[in-house]
Each structure stands twice: as C-alpha cells, then as structure tokens.
C-alpha cells in the first residue's frame, strides 16, 4: 500500500518537474501577489501615508481661516495642501487637481467668512459656508465619515476664531474707521459667542459641491462601485478561456488544418477574437442588466447607467478586445497548458489589483497609482466611472477608450508574431 502511494507521488513529481514553467509559475504568483498587495494597501495601513489629502483654498485670510488650517493640519487623518507649484491654492486650481485625479476633496474657504461670523455673533442672522469640492465618484464608504470630520472641525474653528480675537479685530477695524462701538455693544457679542457655544449651535454650514462640467445627479452606492469593477475582472478572465481554448486546438491539430486555407495567419486569430469578444459583450450586458434590474429587488441599491449609456458600448468593446488580445499574448508566452493557466492568473489578478478593481486607486500610496497607469484595467475603471457617476460623454471617455484599443494593437501583434502553430 505505502509502496504504491510513494510510486504515485514521485511520478506525479516527475511530471512536475518536466514543466518547468508551470512548476515556477506556482511560487512566482503568490509572491507576486503579496508584494503587490502589500504594497497597494501600505497606504491604508500606515497612520501617516493613509491620510485623505485635502487641497485648501483660503479666499478668507482671517481668523477662522486660520483655525480651520490649523485644525485640519494638527489632525492625523488629513494631508493639507493649500499650495500648488509654489502658489496658494485658488478655487479654480482645486477644481483642476480633482478633475485630473491628484486630489478628491477640496475645501474653500469664501471670503469674508470671518467677519460674517463676527457679525452673525454680534446678532446679525447671517448663515456662513464654507465649500466642500468632491469627485463624484468617491464613495460614500470615504465621504460620510470624511464629512462628519471636517463639520466638526468647523465648527470648532469658528469658536475658537471669535474666543481668540476675532471679535476684537472687527471691533477695531470698525473703529479704525471711525466708528464708535459701545462697551455693551462689545459684551453683547462675547456673551453670544458663550451662549452659542452652549447651546450646540452651528456657526459655519458645509456644502458640497462638484467641480465646474464634473457635476453628478448623484453619489455612487455600493452596486454602482461592484458592477463595474468586478464586470471588468471576469471580462477579463475570458482570457484564460481564450488561452486554454488555442491549446486545445493545437492538441487536436485543428490549425495544422487551417494553415492549409488561403487565409493570412492573423484573419485566423482576429476571427477567433471575434468570436470570444462577443461572449464578452453577452456577459457585460448580462452582469449591468443584474445591476439595474435584478439586485434592487434583492434589497440592495439600484444601479444607474448614466446620461450617456451609449458610452458604455465603446468601453465594453475596447477593453474586451485588450482582454482577448492579452489571451492570445499569453498562448504565445507559454509552451504548456499548465503555463497558460498560470500566466494567465498572475498577469490578470495583477492588473487587477494595480488597476483599482481589488483596492481603490486612492488608497494606494502615489508610486503604486502610477504604475497602476500600466494596466489596462485602470483605463477600462476609469472610464466606466466617468459614464456612470460623473456624466461623462463620448468625447471625454475616447482618450481612455484608444488607450485600451493600445493595449489590444500591441497584445495582438506580438501574440501573431510569438505564435507557436504547431
């Protein structure tokens, strides 16, 4: 009995160690897998890199302005940047960084904030705000709690700035104008500070708003940031179907066969593309129409297509042909099935993660953002999230749309010229 489990194991080795590429690739893709991970996720688990970067924009220069930076810069959550390039931030630019994707939050500060607060302590009935500048597509998971925080801070700035002097610099910016404030006048306003305070009054409103042509009906919810990702990771696993199903054919001899038709090499291959791009489509409707229709009813949030659904169908089809085109890269990579199958998960999963579908974009510290750029499932997320949750038309998804139709020209083309047909 022993004899014959030791024969089978060491003919199973064998057979092992006959592939080696197979054999490397079963060590290779963990490994890969926990440095990419960990280095994705580094950002959420260290204190001081995963803090949310806040851009501020400071129109007011007063008191309040003052204590709001100050508050945000002390509190361990928050990265500031009030300066670009060497100049202080304005709104304009702050728009520009979340429109480019280097900030997803800004705050701006209107002018004149602190001594309307002033005046609203003094017993005028002025409501204040400042400006909370969001991209669309951060999910409500980031900006809930992110608006809870920076609410109280606020709050708590516009206190502090009327308790330290900023009543005191109104009153005497008055009378350096010549008018007379009286000593009750003076006391009036200090006690209302007091009573407010007391009272749990908010002194400062926090309203959000979209940078100018990024404006969305509304904030993504859970089914809207899952379907589009994870829709993406199985388009992309066809791939390794693709991969699997050329060699088959080459143990079956099919294209010994087909070489003998007067048809270019590549027709060959762009027929058999066609073909697994069309699943592709089926399953990408099949998984967007689960979404809209079918998960509402299960409970949980529907999903929308967006005002350009149209847009959709381009993504759809350009990043099913990177997806297919990376199956026929791999087939002429590997030399075994086994090897087909592995390449296939480490390159696929990888892509995966540094392309946002595993572990948001923005949690990732900015070296791994940037390499993310190299996947073409970064290009494929993005642009489905500027159809879906920020209104995005067909001339503003085309730039990402001809990088993933790149992807597939390049895939293509050293897949036909690394092809192994026998």
Known sequence: ?????????????????????????????????????SAAMSKAFDPKSGRIAVAVVDEDHG????????????????????????????????????KARRQQVAVVIPAGLSSGLAALASG??????????????LSPEVLTPLRGALSGLSQQAAFRSLASGGLDQMFAALENRGIAIPDDVKRQASSGVARMQSMGLALVALREAAPAGMEAERRPNSVEQSVPGYTLLGLFFVAMQLAANI????????????????????????????AF???????????????VLVLPHAGLPGMSVGRHPECLALITIAAALAANSLGLFIAALARTPAQSIGLSLMIILTSSMIGGVMVPRFLMPDLMQKIGWLSPH??????????????????????QAGVLLAFAAVFFAVGVWRFRWD
């Open 1 to 37: 009995m022993f004899r014959a489990v030791a024969a089978t194991a060491r003919k199973d080795l064998k057979l092992l160690v006959k592939d080696p590429g197979a054999l490397a690739l079963l060590f290779l893709m963990p490994l890969i897998f926990i440095l990419v991970m």
């Open 63 to 98: 008191p309040f302005a003052q204590e709001l930076i100050r508050a945000l810069r002390e509190t361990d959550g928050f990265a500031v940047a009030a300066e670009t390039e060497g100049r202080p931030l304005d709104r304009a630019a702050a728009e520009q960084l979340i």
């Open 124 to 137: 005028t009935r002025e409501a204040r705000e400042i400006v909370l500048l969001v991209d669309p597509s």
């Open 247 to 274: 060699f088959e054919e080459k143990r079956l001899g099919t294209f010994r066969r087909l070489l003998a038709a007067p048809v270019p090499r590549w027709a060959l291959m762009a027929g058999k593309l066609i």
């Open 277 to 291: 791009v069309s699943i592709n489509l089926i399953q990408v409707v099949l998984m967007f129409a689960i979404g």
């Open 378 to 399: 970064t290009w494929a997320l993005t642009a489905y999230q500027d159809v879906l949750m920020r209104g995005a038309g067909i001339s503003a998804i085309l730039p």
